[in-house]
């Protein structure tokens, strides 16, 4: 009875290992823990804490499908990355891991896969109870798995069989090679325990570094790979024995692959070539695990049909197994990485081009050539999708065929700038110093960018001019038609200016760009100039018209202005002689006054002189009546000639005001 292709119940004897008693447990009450340490749990201890069962982990894997990753052309014995499984990655982003599962073929790889990713009755990857191998190639499901852990999505393939009588070892060992290279944790499934058929099954893992290599031209050692080597889990399917050392004891699962490779005991007894293959699995294989899975159905008859057995009637053994793989899965499966860096689906996909270019041309896959593969098409897959976002944006905005002003043009080339670069530093995210792509098509893209620029500023200069030639003359039809029909003279030039400015004002709300002006000087030259010329005529005339009469009335403002020469010199003359007169006068007014004041002052001493003699008369005895008349009479004189000096003053005073009258002073 075949399922998962192998005849059940053929599980071969080991001396490691004892049938399980009816109640389940060894009767120890010990076992050997490989690391040195012993487990001094009970085995009903060990019974009931090893079933207790994990929180279901559902994959929901629903909704996903089988697509072929790498197809193998036998005609050509060439390998090739199938374009569905390209497009399927291309529609993902960010961090990837991928778990892949190989192991000899017809061992119910697939049929653990699709267990794996919780797909019941049939859907998964194919799986079929025939001797032949169903699976060729690499296959992958298209819907991956989140895993919050590392907030990455995390693939799942499935591998061609190993030792295929349908196919030679050189082709199993790259399509391991293959397997290892991409796979972040690899799963080898195998039925039944470890022996040395087990062993030399993975003979391939002795070869790889054969198959595989860091740098081109330098063989590498498994001990070096083992950097870039995934995460190895080995599963036994269809276990029905208890695992236990060379002691008796009872161990763990991890501990038996462990004893299984290292255990002197053991080794020994093997031949060179297993060895070989177990100092291979130790130096390259650093990180390795084990889990056992019991038969999924006890019903042989059932087993045939397992694949499309629904999974409530699989055994809770089996089912918990499962269980425990997807934990570790979603634990050991971290996102892949190369150099340091997270591979992004892109990087994947050069990458695997890398390797298969390299094993179709007989060389051996390359990891640093990968890299740089990496590098050079992630670079140049930036700068195509750089460059086609810029030649669109660049379509989008000129689609309408408007001519733009300059701070439009400029505004939106800057954008449309700035959206490529983005894009291209996104894409091409790997900016090491070395990775001289990536500034090689940097500047290549800005050198694209300025020549489109370039071209984008002519073909809108272009666009302006012919906008501005369809625009100018609508916009003087006013002014062409006035002067068609000689609406302006010289004597309604404002209107016209009115009527030039009002038309230049709408030609340039409507147009832009540099040659505007070009044009508008070019449209005035040919549609204004004869009748421009005309108005310009009959300017010049009116102004020379204007000029003669301006040069007559300048000639009679002379004339007059002459004459008011004369009469202001006359007025000057005139002027000088009042001048003289006045200073006469004030000579004149300055002796008078020098008399009057010299009279004054006679008047004055007169006056003392008379009271004096006046009061000394009085003071005096009586005179003659003759002395008395005497002195009455020159009294009387000296009074009258007071009087006399008091009106020669006045007659001076009014002669002198008379003077100032005449002088206009």
Same mark, same amino acid.
């Given at each position: 009875?075949?399922?998962?292709?192998?005849?059940?119940?053929?599980?071969?004897?080991?001396?490691?290992?004892?049938?399980?008693?009816?109640?389940?447990?060894?009767?120890?009450?010990?076992?050997?823990?490989?690391?040195?340490?012993?487990?001094?749990?009970?085995?009903?201890?060990?019974?009931?804490?090893?079933?207790?069962?994990?929180?279901?982990?559902?994959?929901?894997?629903?909704?996903?499908?089988?697509?072929?990753?790498?197809?193998?052309?036998?005609?050509?014995?060439?390998?090739?990355?199938?374009?569905?499984?390209?497009?399927?990655?291309?529609?993902?982003?960010?961090?990837?891991?991928?778990?892949?599962?190989a192991g000899a073929y017809r061992t119910g790889k697939s049929f653990l896969m699709n267990r794996v990713l919780n797909i019941d009755s049939g859907a998964g990857f194919k799986v079929d109870y025939k001797v032949n191998a169903c699976t060729e190639g690499i296959w992958m499901w298209s819907k991956p798995v989140y895993n919050e852990k590392d907030d990455s999505l995390i693939f799942f393939i499935d591998t061609e069989g190993a030792n295929s009588v349908e196919r030679d070892r050189t082709h199993d060992a790259k399509v391991f090679s293959l397997a290892l290279l991409i796979s972040s944790y690899f799963i080898y499934n195998s039925v039944g325990n470890i022996?040395?058929?087990?062993?030399?099954?993975?003979?391939?893992?002795?070869?790889?570094?054969?198959?595989?290599?860091?740098?081109?031209?330098?063989?590498?050692?498994?001990?070096? /790979?083992?950097?870039?080597?995934?995460?190895?889990?080995?599963?036994?399917?269809?276990?029905?024995?208890?695992?236990?050392?060379?002691?008796?004891?009872?161990?763990?699962?991890?501990?038996?692959?462990?004893?299984? *490779?290292?255990?002197?005991?053991?080794?020994?007894?093997?031949?060179?070539?297993?060895?070989?293959?177990?100092?291979? /699995?130790?130096?390259?294989?650093?990180?390795?695990?084990?889990?056992?899975?019991?038969?999924? /159905?006890?019903?042989?008859?059932?087993?045939?049909?397992?694949?499309?057995?629904?999974?409530?009637?699989?055994?809770?053994?089996?089912?918990?197994?499962?269980?425990?793989?997807?934990?570790?899965?979603?634990?050991?499966?971290?996102?892949?990485?190369?150099?340091?860096?997270?591979?992004?689906?892109?990087?994947?996909?050069?990458?695997?081009?890398?390797?298969?270019?390299?094993?179709?041309?007989?060389?051996?896959?390359?990891?640093?050539?990968?890299?740089?593969?990496?590098?050079?098409?992630?670079?140049?897959?930036?700068?195509?999708?750089a460059k086609e976002t810029y030649t669109t944006g660049l379509k989008k905005k000129f689609e309408d065929n408007t001519a733009k002003s300059a701070a439009q043009l400029y505004f939106a080339m800057m954008e449309i700038r700035d959206d490529a670069l983005e894009m291209f530093y996104r894409l091409a995210s790997t900016r090491t110093d070395s990775n001289s792509y990536f500034f090689e098509l940097r500047d290549k893209l800005k050198e694209y960018i300025a020549g489109k620029e370039a071209k984008a500023l002519e073909i809108n200069e272009k666009l302006n001019i012919t906008n501005c030639e369809d625009v100018v003359r609508p916009c003087f039809d006013k002014?062409?038609?006035?002067?068609?029909?000689?609406?302006?003279?010289?004597?309604?030039?404002?209107?016209?200016?009115?009527?030039?400015?009002?038309?230049?004002?709408?030609?340039?709300?409507?147009?832009?760009?540099?040659?505007?002006?070009?044009?508008?000087?070019?449209?005035?030259?040919?549609?204004?100039?004869?009748?421009?010329?005309?108005?310009?005529?009959?300017?010049?005339?009116?102004?020379?018209?204007?000029?003669?009469?301006?040069?007559?009335?300048?000639?009679?403002?002379?004339?007059?202005?002459?004459?008011?020469?004369?009469?202001?010199?006359?007025?000057?003359?005139?002027?000088?002689?009042?001048?003289?007169?006045?200073?006469?006068?004030?000579?004149?007014?300055?002796?008078?006054?020098?008399?009057?004041?010299?009279?004054?002052?006679?008047?004055?001493?007169?006056?003392?002189?008379?009271?004096?003699?006046?009061?000394?008369?009085?003071?005096?005895?009586?005179?003659?009546?003759?002395?008395?008349?005497?002195?009455?009479?020159?009294?009387?004189?000296?009074?009258?000639?007071?009087?006399?000096?008091?009106?020669?003053?006045?007659?001076?005073?009014?002669? *002198?005001?008379?003077?100032?009258?005449?002088?206009?002073?």
């Amino acid at each position: 009875m075949n399922y998962g292709g192998r005849q059940a119940g053929s599980v071969p004897a080991d001396p490691r290992f004892s049938e399980v008693r009816g109640n389940g447990h060894m009767a120890d009450s010990e076992r050997f823990s490989y690391g040195g340490q012993f487990d001094i749990r009970s085995p009903q201890q060990i019974a009931v804490e090893d079933m207790d069962p994990l929180p279901d982990i559902n994959f929901n894997s629903e909704g996903g499908y089988p697509i072929q990753l790498i197809r193998y052309i036998r005609s050509q014995h060439q390998y090739e990355i199938c374009e569905e499984a390209v497009q399927e990655l291309m529609k993902y982003d960010g961090k990837i891991g991928f778990t892949c599962i190989a192991g000899a073929y017809r061992t119910g790889k697939s049929f653990l896969m699709n267990r794996v990713l919780n797909i019941d009755s049939g859907a998964g990857f194919k799986v079929d109870y025939k001797v032949n191998a169903c699976t060729e190639g690499i296959w992958m499901w298209s819907k991956p798995v989140y895993n919050e852990k590392d907030d990455s999505l995390i693939f799942f393939i499935d591998t061609e069989g190993a030792n295929s009588v349908e196919r030679d070892r050189t082709h199993d060992a790259k399509v391991f090679s293959l397997a290892l290279l991409i796979s972040s944790y690899f799963i080898y499934n195998s039925v039944g325990n470890i022996d040395e058929q087990a062993i030399s099954n993975l003979s391939m893992v002795a070869e790889i570094s054969r198959h595989i290599a860091i740098k081109a031209g330098v063989p590498s050692d498994e001990y070096s /790979l083992s950097a870039y080597a995934p995460k190895f889990l080995w599963v036994l399917r269809d276990f029905v024995l208890e695992i236990q050392d060379t002691a008796g004891r009872r161990i763990s699962a991890p501990q038996y692959l462990e004893m299984s *490779l290292t255990d002197p005991a053991i080794v020994n007894k093997g031949s060179e070539s297993t060895k070989r293959i177990r100092s291979t /699995l130790i130096s390259f294989l650093r990180d390795r695990d084990c889990i056992t899975l019991v038969r999924p /159905l006890d019903d042989e008859e059932k087993l045939k049909n397992a694949e499309r057995t629904s999974t409530r009637y699989l055994r809770p053994e089996f089912l918990r197994g499962l269980n425990q793989i997807r934990e570790k899965i979603l634990d050991k499966c971290t996102p892949k990485q190369l150099n340091g860096n997270f591979v992004t689906p892109i990087n994947f996909i050069a990458m695997l081009e890398s390797y298969i270019q390299s094993i179709n041309s007989g060389d051996v896959p390359t990891i640093s050539t990968a890299w740089d593969y990496i590098l050079k098409t992630e670079a140049e897959n930036a700068f195509k999708s750089a460059k086609e976002t810029y030649t669109t944006g660049l379509k989008k905005k000129f689609e309408d065929n408007t001519a733009k002003s300059a701070a439009q043009l400029y505004f939106a080339m800057m954008e449309i700038r700035d959206d490529a670069l983005e894009m291209f530093y996104r894409l091409a995210s790997t900016r090491t110093d070395s990775n001289s792509y990536f500034f090689e098509l940097r500047d290549k893209l800005k050198e694209y960018i300025a020549g489109k620029e370039a071209k984008a500023l002519e073909i809108n200069e272009k666009l302006n001019i012919t906008n501005c030639e369809d625009v100018v003359r609508p916009c003087f039809d006013k002014v062409e038609n006035k002067i068609r029909v000689g609406d302006y003279r010289d004597d309604n030039l404002e209107t016209f200016s009115q009527d030039l400015v009002e038309g230049m004002h709408r030609y340039s709300e409507r147009t832009s760009g540099e040659a505007k002006c070009d044009v508008l000087v070019r449209f005035m030259e040919s549609s204004f100039g004869l009748m421009m010329a005309n108005i310009i005529d009959d300017i010049r005339q009116s102004l020379k018209t204007k000029s003669n009469a301006n040069e007559r009335e300048m000639a009679r403002n002379q004339e007059k202005e002459n004459e008011y020469r004369s009469q202001i010199k006359t007025l000057q003359d005139q002027n000088r002689t009042l001048d003289e007169r006045v200073r006469k006068a004030d000579e004149e007014k300055q002796r008078i006054e020098a008399q009057m004041r010299k009279l004054a002052a006679d008047n004055e001493r007169l006056a003392a002189d008379l009271k004096a003699q006046v009061d000394k008369m009085k003071s005096m005895p009586k005179v003659n009546q003759s002395k008395e008349d005497e002195l009455k009479f020159e009294l009387k004189e000296a009074q009258t000639n007071l009087e006399a000096m008091k009106r020669e003053n006045a007659q001076l005073k009014a002669k *002198l005001t008379k003077k100032k009258g005449f002088c206009g002073l």
